[in-house]
């Protein structure tokens, strides 16, 4: 059963799925059966196990939509909604096919675990799909660490959330300025306890899921940033791990999986 | 522009990425201008945004199938592939257009991060897929409640592998027993560094990476399982959080987001 993945679809499931089956049919009448087979050949097969074809797309746009998204499901969902919508309608074609709501389990840092922050979560997944192989670690690499040293929310979404320029969602939003904090971490529990403590606005507080909101409006904006650079072919990597934590790592990077800085959860110790 | 994700895609982008223009165009010159209007707007319908069709699936299949995906691509490609390559083989469909390497930027916690571990972002995605959106926060944090308490890798995982009933993939597998840990967090971090203390089995060792395989296997397995119920109309949640970490909830439930032991990398006050 091992080898079925890399096989195609029936030619039955790809009409159906993309209804040109009588536009198909009828272009056999004129163009003879060896056109059919060229049709068939690329109907049958499931969706390439490669990157997506991209278009630039436009930071600002994606602010508004990672901060709709966000009101609507949440910060996984807003991520991953804001930039694969735009691609939707840029390229079309596979982005179609992918729905919107499966990265929304990531809310939260992942159904409210505090792990991974969910805007990081979704815009990941959006890299994949537009990334090669070889390149996805390095992009979601360097977005971890610029989220991890990034005060958030950045002034541009403030700008945004104040002049009331974000879209308008089932629940309005809070259109005032909030502090800003740097989480040393891509985890949603640090994140967001470091940005409690600093403002003194609780968990269930509409103004942290708006600074939430505004997070999420951020990150879509710098991956939209990177994945531009990236197929211009100007994207150059340059997050690097903090002393503190090249110290500990020169020792104990064999010892455990990360690049998350040691002494947010563990005491340093003598060298 | 927010309302468009809702909408078609464009004709050309539609006809440039199945490279199907040319059949539609002469359906054209055939059926006249209607017939083309009913092709154009079934092909510009998006995925349906809800889950998709389920059936009952195999847990040892999956174990073999995450397993293997982990050698080819890491834990949350392994997860994910695991899943939704059964799903392609037994309800097709929608399933064949989701690629399977889009949630392989989970690989080690997020490329090798050390968040929330690879193996659970693949599955929870998979559990995305299929479930409804007032299901999933239920079953994510379930399977995320589950692995923190379970010592992997699994016997069952081992009893594959040892009997040399793993798929042969292009990189061989230690066929040996390895030491069991619970990690007591979703983190690949903490999973990671738990098992190597317990093991003395360094991060880049091949033995180090089949407990990860393993463990992919078991956390396919374990999701199949909770699918299958779910579907059945038989799943219950389960998971508590430990008593300790309801100890400090009962105060910092708004000081933070998540359901991590708080003990893992805060010390204890008095009360």
């Known amino acids: 059963m091992g080898d079925h993945d890399e096989q195609g679809v029936s030619r039955r499931g790809f009409l159906k799925t993309t209804g040109l089956g009588l536009g198909v049919a009828v272009g056999a009448l004129v163009l003879g059966p060896s056109a059919v087979s060229a049709a068939e050949s690329g109907a049958s097969t499931p969706v390439a196990e490669g990157p997506f074809p991209y278009k630039d797309l436009d930071p600002r746009e994606g602010m508004l939509r990672g901060h709709a998204g966000y009101w609507k499901s949440g910060c996984a969902y807003g991520a991953f909604y804001g930039i694969t919508s735009m691609l939707r309608e840029a390229v079309g074609g596979p982005y179609a096919q992918v729905p919107y709501r499966m990265l929304a389990w990531g ?56 002049t009331g320029s974000f879209k308008q969602t089932a629940k309005d939003y809070p259109k005032i300025e909030l502090i800003k904090t740097v989480s040393k971490s891509p985890l949603c529990h640090v994140s967001n306890a470091t940005w409690i403590a600093a403002s003194g606005i609780k968990l269930p507080d509409d103004r942290r899921k708006e600074r939430c909101a505004r997070l999420t409006a951020d990150v879509v904006a710098k991956t939209v940033a990177m994945l531009n650079a990236y197929k211009a072919g100007t994207f150059v990597p340059v997050y690097k791990v903090d002393e503190e934590t090249e110290i500990c790592l020169a020792c104990h990077e064999p010892d455990q999986e990360g690049k998350m800085s040691c002494v947010e959860c563990h005491e340093p110790h003598e060298l």
């Open 107 to 162: 809310r939260g840092g992942g159904a409210n675990w505090g792990t991974l922050c969910g805007a990081l979560t979704g815009a990941c997944a959006a890299i994949n799909l537009v990334a090669a192989d070889a390149d996805v670690n390095k992009l979601v690499g360097e977005l971890m660490g610029w989220y991890s040293t990034h005060p958030f929310p950045s002034d541009e979404a403030t700008k945004l959330a104040v």
